[in-house]
């Protein structure tokens, strides 16, 4: 065993997504559509004396990752890597508690199955109120489907299968606290709507048709997400908006084929893993 | 859409197992450990009047295929490479039933969620008698645990972190079918055990010494194989033998540490997917 593992987890981005608040967090969650994108977060992890977390070198503090920590009953130094921009709809939150868990088990030789990981980083995702659905669909990968809310023992996936690019283009962040601390009844029933339609049709196309419809019934997106939306869709496209974040993305090459200069990345199939 | 989509499906080596028998093939199975090996196979389908089906270029029957192709009402010409030997313990029909399954729902545009191709295969390579838990296996990765048997809908799964080299040498084929066909009572009351205690300490180097255990007390063995796992132990490694061919496999370089001359290939995190 290296004494310093690493861990990659792939960026999130929901399409759609219903809000299933419980007082356990292993029970709450969400239901919901994403794509998982091999623009992710790599995580070290080397067993230290007292606990710090670096995000690109700087000291961060991110509850998801220190309740991790807690739950493994260690103290680490964490250092976190990504391309991606914190807050803007990629679940880097989540994905620096899942690959602390899977390098910290491994560093500190703790023998955990990926169930009993994953659930940890979703329990302590959902507890810091940061996310609710990113920590599974980042360990299943692909375009993951959450049709029932929960950590592993009890919630349940599915996916679509794909492949290919993926171009987003991001503005900045919105808080994912703030959305999901208001009324989310009409939110979370557009996106159980979207859910039940795309399960009687799941193709990679409707998944970005019905994230498009989710949005503008949500109104979430910004003027600039917008005006994106539009363009690529004037240009034969689809593109929807990551949830949440001020970021629109397309599947294929609709933002480059309407003129913007996106991120380019592809569909990371493989999920979250060592490395 | 490419007209000839490719899909890539692991190996899988099964290390233990108990035999899970049910009139329902979507709830028969198996519950047992394995590891997905980045040897695998490649399927290519395309659309076609008449069904052909190609394993390296030679015309092959595998039921499990069949089934495949029935279920999703379609025929096609399916061509399946692999530098895997058939029968030798590496889930090859599962693989090509699985691999048809993602490339042929791509090829004809019929949209299906992963569950539901994983599922049809499963249940193609349980009615055919070929296999019990390649498939659910195969399509998650890594070092898969079946927790409870059955497909998507109604088996349970979890897995090893796990990374890093596989090294393997066959010897040759045994039939699944005529040991799978006999009084497997004892066979599978080792494999419950096996799985019991390996969820009790789930690293790596455990699943590699209670698939040993397990081939010891199921007299599987042949000679040849027996000597190998020996030889292998001497040199102060673990290798144990892939459930059911006349092959011996390890984790890390077990083999070649022992002066043997393996196959060598790498832990496949990803699963099956289309590419």
């Known amino acids: 065993m290296a004494d310093s593992p690493e861990a990659f987890v792939p960026g999130h981005v929901t399409g759609f997504f219903s809000s299933h608040a ?3 967090p ?34 961060v503090d991110v509850e998801a990752v220190s309740r991790v920590l807690d739950g493994l009953g260690a103290t680490a130094s964490v250092a976190a890597e990504t391309p991606l921009p914190l807050g803007a709809g990629f679940g880097v939150s989540g994905a620096m508690a899942l690959g602390t868990a899977l390098a ?10 990926e169930n009993e990981l994953v659930g940890l980083a979703h329990r302590a995702e959902v507890a810091a109120g940061t996310g609710l659905g990113d920590v599974v669909a980042q360990a299943r990968g692909g375009l993951p ?36 601390a208001g009324d989310t009844d009409d939110l979370s029933a557009a996106g159980d ?26 109104g979430l997106p910004t003027t600039r997400v917008e005006r994106v939306l539009a363009d690529v869709a004037a240009a034969g496209g689809a593109a ?32 979250a893993r060592l490395r």
């Open 104 to 113: 910290a088990s491994e560093a500190l030789d703790l023998a955990h199955t």
């Open 26 to 59: 292993a029970r709450a969650g969400s239901r919901g559509a994403g794509v998982a994108i091999s623009d992710g977060v790599t995580v070290t992890v080397a067993p230290a004396e007292a606990t710090t977390v670096t995000l690109d070198g700087d000291p």
């Open 193 to 218: 709507r979207a859910l039940e339609e795309l399960l009687a049709e799941p193709t990679t196309e409707r998944f970005v048709a019905l994230s498009r419809r989710f949005a503008e019934a949500t």
């Open 22 to 24: 419980h007082d356990d």
């Open 145 to 180: 489907l959450r049709l029932e809310p929960g950590d592993p023992d009890h919630g349940a996936m599915d996916g679509l299968p794909a492949r290919g690019r993926v171009e987003y283009r991001t503005f900045g962040g919105l808080s994912t606290e703030s959305v999901l």
């Open 240 to 271: 929807s908006m990551a949830m949440l974040g001020e970021t629109a993305f397309a599947l294929g090459d609709g933002l480059s084929a309407a003129g913007y200069d996106p991120a380019i990345c592809r569909i990371d199939n493989a999920g």
